[in-house]
């Protein structure tokens, strides 16, 4: 689901409405809201009809307004800013939607086409830049930035989160600074490693999530490793590559990912991903039902579909 402000209470809708300019708040920039008309209408890319089309929508869908250009209107729909034949927008006239300002804190930031580090990015984005915040997904903040709409990493935007909460919005959580550990003392930090994932035990489990609350399998073993400041790739696939091999099941330690594969979910390098916890145990977030649970890798299921474990911690 989709979510928006308007006025100062959240609106749950199944799709971003389009809006025009209205004019600059304290608040930040205040659009206007839109509902469409019309089965299957074009959202095009340049306000003709000889505009290549980017998506259709239909009766109901809700977009925000950017600008008017003559007959037609500059949207955002979800993700995706275009244009929409004036005739078939229906704008508001007393409802508003108001975006809150932000500011970029890092040098050369990705701004990406999905809250996801394994997201296309769209352009690189300079400290200091103010961009519009529109929402947040996955806990990534949902952006307007240079004609463009997108994602930015909570790390690095600074927002009026209290005022994002005022609105009703689930604010990303800051992540909470891991408790000092001698990084010479390997198997130490191989244990804090593990009790911090066993702090999750219960967390549901939700499709693309990594938030503190939900996770998806990847997603929970790159909450838990970054917390200690190791950075994993964002998908199971992914984490195949990171680390370094284990070689047999006898030399898997606590704390390192332990990875499978099932052909008939991903044909990927591995379609799922756990952390080792000892004794032939690991943790892991299953969409299988339990969230963050555990399992022991003689389980008929992870034992068929065990491909190796990677060492983060060396």
């Known amino acids: 689901m989709k979510q928006i402000f308007r006025h100062g209470a ?61 007959e037609w209107v500059q949207v955002i729909f979800e993700d995706t800013l275009g244009y929409i034949f004036q005739p078939y927008v229906e704008v508001s006239a007393d409802t508003s939607f108001v975006a809150e300002p932000g500011t970029v804190t890092g040098s050369d930031v990705n701004f990406r086409k999905a809250p996801s580090t394994s997201a296309q990015v769209i352009t690189r984005l300079d400290k200091g830049k103010q961009v519009e915040v529109l929402g947040v997904s996955n806990s990534w903040y949902k952006v307007y930035a240079d004609g463009e709409v997108g994602y930015i990493h909570p790390d690095y935007l600074s927002v009026d989160k209290d005022a994002l909460a005022a609105r009703g919005l689930d ?114 977030c299953s969409s299988s039902g339990g969230g963050v649970k555990y399992n022991y890798l003689s389980d008929s299921y992870y034992n068929r579909y065990y491909i190796g474990g990677r060492r983060i911690v060396g």
């Open 171 to 284: 604010v990303p959580q800051e992540k909470e600074v891991a408790p000092a550990v001698d990084a010479s003392d390997k198997d130490a930090l191989r244990k804090e490693i593990v009790a911090y994932a066993q702090t999750f035990l219960g967390n549901k489990y939700v499709y693309g999530a990594m938030n503190g609350k939900t996770f998806d399998c990847s997603g929970f073993t790159s909450w838990v490793y970054t917390h200690f400041g190791y950075s994993l790739n964002r998908s199971a696939a992914g984490q195949v590559s990171n680390g370094t091999k284990i070689e047999s099941r006898s030399e898997l330690k606590p704390g390192d990912l332990v990875l499978f594969r099932d052909p008939s979910i991903n044909k990927a390098a591995a379609s799922h991903v756990g952390l080792y916890v000892g004794d032939g145990k690991f943790i892991h």
């Open 10 to 70: 959240r609106v749950t809708i199944i799709s971003l409405v389009m809006a025009m300019a209205l004019t600059a708040t304290a608040f930040g920039a205040e659009y206007k809201l839109g509902a469409v008309k019309g089965s299957s209408v074009n959202l095009r890319v340049g306000p003709s009809t000889s505009g290549k089309t980017l998506t259709q929508v239909d009766t109901g869908d809700q977009v925000i307004v950017l600008s008017q250009q003559g």
